[in-house]
């Protein structure tokens, strides 16, 4: 019977490590991996992590394999006589609570150095960005740069990164393993004063570039499962280059005309198996920055308010906080994009979304400039093909429970349906999806 | 009266005779009964949270599963969580101190019998009402630990947490009762020569347990006013629009939460430190300071609470803080797991389904402490915080720590409970098949955790790849169930067909095996006079005689309608509440207000 029961616990063991040594060979092939971080901040957290697992997990070993050796050792054997009855031992006692004590005196210093280590204030040279959590989606927000981003966000290689986290509506979390560990987005009480009593700060620097994914990790209402982001890392080219198109949009009229010459341009591009770009493809188009003079930093538009149930922004009410960039209409002939565009900016669409380049200046939803790069619709809800588009924009129910989006039939977060018709929707998704 | 007729009818007080059947389990007074009721409720509950577990795991078998609804997914896991701690671990315990903590100090009842009858009405209720959210579609779905702002009604708008706040706040009063109850009755009613420290561990662990629960339920029982106040009423503390700050429910919750933790775990450590010296014939290795361990434990549980909230900004110095205390908090726990090998060293140690239980619990623990100093590492728990590292570390605690030690209990005590023996050889199979599923749902979850995979989350990404370990996870949660299935299976029929077992089939230590299995209604026929630690190894002879001879004269209280009558007035008070006029929770204050009277004035 014991010796059964050994194998069985030793079985056990050898198990669990093999799930761990596999899961750190495979550790490339899981996106949201925390074992191999690409910026100092997971590795500063990782290192703590190792030191107390080496500790832990040795104490840990110690104690299974004597448990093992005692119920085998001592186990009842017929002809054993009465145990002696040991009470205590003074010194054993004093030597399993010493021996611990100085172990976690090893495992809380560099804890503790590591807890002031990370948290120190942000250096001068840092690119300090706003992230702000509503239900159930991201905001980026670049106040030097005057650029707004939704759900996918850039960030130069190699230089300090401050993000500063606080929600418009419920607590969130913000994590993206790769970077380093989580902080919670929490709604900021109305003090008086510059206090930000519960904004959080992470603080890092990427040194690998690529695209991560990350997400909500604290509990915040019906869709927390589908509130997820990718933060970009690329060199610092790209990124002024993605500030760039970010700030005047993709579709100038440049880039409308381009379009109205190329028959076919409105096909999903580079899709037809209907699959979105994996996520570690959408790497930036390479487009020269615009250098005009326009392309000043834009001001923000207001920050999104709290979700208001029964709250109906009038579309009319938004002016534009700029002159309109290139004419609503382009003469001749018009291309499906064109005139998803059109719709696009003649609906309510524009109540809640801003797209950089136009008059759609909403600020209650996600922005949507270059929507057409991003793998997701709906931040995370499902893949960016034509299909699922379509179907958010008639249903967005369908694919996340409780959004605030309306769709053509039914209400939501205050807005009436927004009774396009599929014709519509086919072209508005044609448009937004040739934003790149 | 209770008075035992045939061997004392002189002293029998004039009152209406004990009923019997039904009307005897709702009106009784009988620590044994009620013991009973709360285990047989408790495991009711388990088997619930269990399928509610199920339900869980089924949907998270593959990603971007539509097998529920996110809402109902965010309903189930909120009910399992509630459910698992509310309504099973903490009553199971209680089951466990009440049908054991009087006969384990040598007293023939609760220090207030009404009370404890009312502490399981209540609680029963309760639980009841908790669960009849389900019936109009609108159980509680934001999570056990009810994060404000969430829990307001602009983001719950529902009934889903009304039926929370308020389900909390009944099931807390049955707490806060129960543990007023249990301090009195170990400090009071301790037999002759059993000095505090000649109590059984498992009574000693009832007696902290008791303290953490009249001083931490109180603090949930504020946390939830402010809550329910803001739903109904219109405060607004945790509306940050009007001032209010939804860091200050954190920070009451976890200050409840984390005691809490304890009040789950240290009715474990009792009972383990019971189960293993009987079974290794040796006394319990360095018995004071197991008891000194468990106290601190109580204490220093109290200074970690924030170690749950490292993610939520608190500052460098907070963190360092509630990181040294909760690393702090390792060292009494690590001298108990140390103790219990230290017992079983050089004894003689018999593995029966109890024993097997015992060792599981010593082995599984002790993975749920180290993944808990690996938490108290405060910069890499931000790492781990809100993922299913924490969910496996959780459940090696309470899974492995609590449940293992209950099922233990189980068939320790079933003898006592009924005098006769739960069978062996199932007990054995069904150990190594809920031990091996226990570990295969858990331990994948320290890695799917680590590989970037979020809690409370009813669907994931396929392109996280953790398909694989999930579907381990899911198939290990079955093999529990079949585990769970072979004990319901054995507890039932062993209730009818089991072995006789005598008054001591381990040949334990404690008073309780005095008795005869079942005890006697009045426990000992004469309260016995102890000398030692281990009565029943040393002194057994005067002590058996005692408790099995002739009973003494004695008086015994009546059985009691009052305090269901009253229990159901409490209840009432608290779910009228959710009544359309304002007037109509008053109608429950007043039945409580007539329960309570009926009940002074109820002759003794």
Not at chain 1, 5 to 12: E, P, Y
Not at chain 1, 79 to 94: A, C, D, V
Not at chain 1, 303 to 312: C, E, L, Y
Not at chain 1, 390 to 408: C, H, N, V
């Amino acid at each position: 019977m014991s010796k059964f029961r050994f194998r069985r616990v030793g079985g056990l063991l050898t198990l669990a490590a093999l799930f761990f040594v596999a899961a750190c060979e495979a550790g490339g092939d899981f996106p949201q991996t925390t074992f191999r971080p690409a910026a100092e901040l997971g590795e500063k957290q990782n290192a703590v992590f190792y030191n107390t697992t080496a500790w832990t997990v040795g104490i840990m070993l110690l104690v299974e394999v004597l448990l093992l050796y005692v119920i085998w050792r001592y186990r009842e054997k017929p002809s054993q006589p009465h145990p002696e009855q040991i009470h205590g031992n003074t010194k054993l006692e004093i030597a399993w609570t010493v021996i611990p004590s100085i172990i976690v005196v090893l495992i809380a210093v560099p804890t503790i150095l590591t807890i002031f280590d990370t948290q120190k204030p942000a250096p001068d040279d840092a690119l300090r960005i706003e992230v702000i959590g509503h239900q159930w989606w991201w905001e980026f927000r670049y106040p030097e740069e005057g650029v707004v981003a939704g759900n996918e966000f850039y960030v130069p290689v190699n230089r300090p990164v401050e993000l500063r986290l606080h929600s418009a509506d419920v607590v969130h979390s913000f994590w993206i393993p790769k970077l380093g560990g989580k902080r919670d987005v929490n709604p900021q009480p109305a003090v008086t004063g510059d206090r930000e009593p519960h904004t959080n700060q992470i603080l890092f620097t990427a040194h690998e570039e690529g695209s991560f994914t990350g997400q909500c990790a604290e509990f915040c209402g019906e869709s927390h499962a589908i509130m997820r982001m990718i933060v970009h890392v690329v060199s610092e080219a790209e990124y002024d280059a993605w500030i760039e198109q970010m700030r005047s949009g993709t579709t100038s009229s440049d880039m409308l005309t381009q379009l109205a010459r190329t028959p076919g341009a409105t096909a999903p591009v580079g899709d037809t198996t209907g699959r979105a770009p994996e996520v570690g493809d959408s790497a930036p188009p390479r487009t020269q920055p615009q250098v005009e003079p326009a392309a000043s930093p834009q001001p923000l538009p207001a920050p999104a308010p709290a979700r208001q149930i029964g709250a109906i922004p009038a579309p009319t009410g938004m002016p534009p906080s700029r002159p309109e960039v290139p004419a609503l209409m382009v003469p001749g002939a018009q291309t499906d994009a064109e005139l998803g565009r059109e719709i696009f900016l003649s609906k309510t669409c524009v109540a809640c979304h801003a797209i950089a380049g136009t008059r759609a200046q909403g600020a209650l939803g996600p922005v949507l400039t270059r929507f057409g790069t991003r793998p997701w619709v709906g931040a995370g809800a499902a893949r960016n093909t034509q299909a699922n588009v379509e179907q958010w924009i008639r249903d967005p129910q369908s694919l996340k429970p409780g959004t605030l989006m309306p769709g053509a039939h039914t209400p939501g977060g205050g807005m009436p349906p927004t009774n396009l018709t599929d014709e519509e929707i086919r072209l508005i998704a044609t448009y937004l999806r040739s934003l790149k | 009266m209770a008075t035992i007729e045939a061997h004392a009818p002189a002293h029998a007080h004039a009152g209406p005779a004990r009923p019997t059947g039904i009307r005897d389990w709702i009106s009784t007074v009988d620590h044994k009964k009620i013991g009973i009721l709360y285990g047989a409720t408790a495991l009711f509950f388990f088997l619930v949270g269990g399928i509610e577990a199920l339900l869980i795991r089924i949907q998270l078998a593959k990603p971007e599963n539509a097998f529920l609804s996110p809402d109902v997914y965010n309903q189930i896991f909120t009910m399992h969580g509630t459910t698992m701690v509310f309504l099973v671990g903490m009553p199971i315990a209680v089951a466990f101190f009440n049908y054991l903590v009087p006969l384990q100090i040598g007293a023939r009842d609760v220090a207030f019998p009404r009370l404890n009858a009312l502490s399981y009405w209540i609680f029963l209720f309760g639980a009841l009402f908790m669960n009849a959210s389900f019936l109009f579609g609108a159980a509680p779905n934001g999570g056990w630990f009810g994060y404000a702002n969430l829990s307001s009604t602009q983001y719950s708008p529902g009934l889903n947490m009304d039926f929370w706040g308020l389900g909390l706040q009944i099931l807390g009063v049955a707490s806060i009762m129960g543990g007023v109850n249990f301090i009195t009755t170990i400090i009071n009613m301790r037999a002759p020569g059993m000095r505090m420290m000649r109590v059984p561990l498992f009574s000693w662990m009832a007696l902290v347990t008791s303290f953490l629960m009249i001083t931490a339920l109180p603090v949930l029982a504020v946390a939830l006013f402010l809550m329910t106040f803001d739903r109904f009423w219109g405060t607004r503390f945790f509306d940050v629009a009007a001032g209010g700050d939804p860091v200050i429910w954190q920070h009451l919750f976890w200050m409840f939460g984390h005691p809490e933790v304890y009040i789950l775990i240290l009715p474990a450590f009792g009972i383990v430190s019971e189960i293993i010296p009987t079974n290794s014939r040796k006394p319990l290795f360095g018995y004071a300071v197991m008891v000194y361990s468990g106290v601190l434990i109580g204490i220093i549980g109290w200074g970690v609470w924030a170690h749950h909230m490292f993610a939520t900004g608190m500052g460098p110095i907070a963190d360092a803080f509630f990181t040294i205390s909760t690393m702090i908090i390792a060292i009494p726990t690590g001298v108990k797991i140390f103790n219990w090998l230290a017992t079983m060293w050089g004894g003689k140690i018999r593995f029966n389904t109890a024993m097997l239980y015992a060792v599981g619990m010593v082995a599984t623990f002790t993975i749920g402490g180290i993944s808990g100093v690996m938490h108290a590492t405060s910069p890499h728990n931000l790492q781990q915080t809100d993922t299913y590292f924490v969910i496996a570390h959780f459940h090696y605690v309470l899974v492995g720590g609590l449940v293992l030690a209950i099922f233990g209990a189980l068939y320790h005590w079933f003898p006592k409970f009924t005098g006769r023996f739960m069978d062996e050889r199932l007990g054995k199979a069904g150990f190594w098949i809920y031990f091996i599923g226990f570990n295969m749902t858990f331990m994948p979850m320290h890695w799917i955790g680590l590989l970037g995979m979020p809690r409370r989350i009813f669907t994931y990404g396929a392109d996280l790849n953790l398909e694989g370990l999930n579907q381990l996870v899911t198939a290990g949660a079955f093999i529990q169930a079949i585990g769970v299935i072979m004990l319901f299976t054995n507890v039932i029929l062993s209730l009818k067909r089991g072995q006789k077992a005598g008054p001591n089939p381990w040949h334990a230590a404690t008073l309780e095996w005095a008795t005869e299995s079942p005890p006697r209604e009045y426990n000992f026929a004469k309260i016995p006079t102890v000398h030692s630690r281990e009565p029943l190894w040393v002194e057994a002879e005067q002590i058996e005689k005692d408790a099995r001879g002739e009973p003494e004269p004695m008086h015994m209280p009546p059985n009691s309608y009052w305090p269901i009558f009253t229990a159901v007035g409490v209840t009432l008070s608290c779910v009228l509440f959710m009544a359309p006029s304002w007037w109509e929770p008053l109608i429950g204050i007043a039945w409580t207000f007539v329960g309570v009277v009926n009940w002074a004035y109820e002759p003794t």
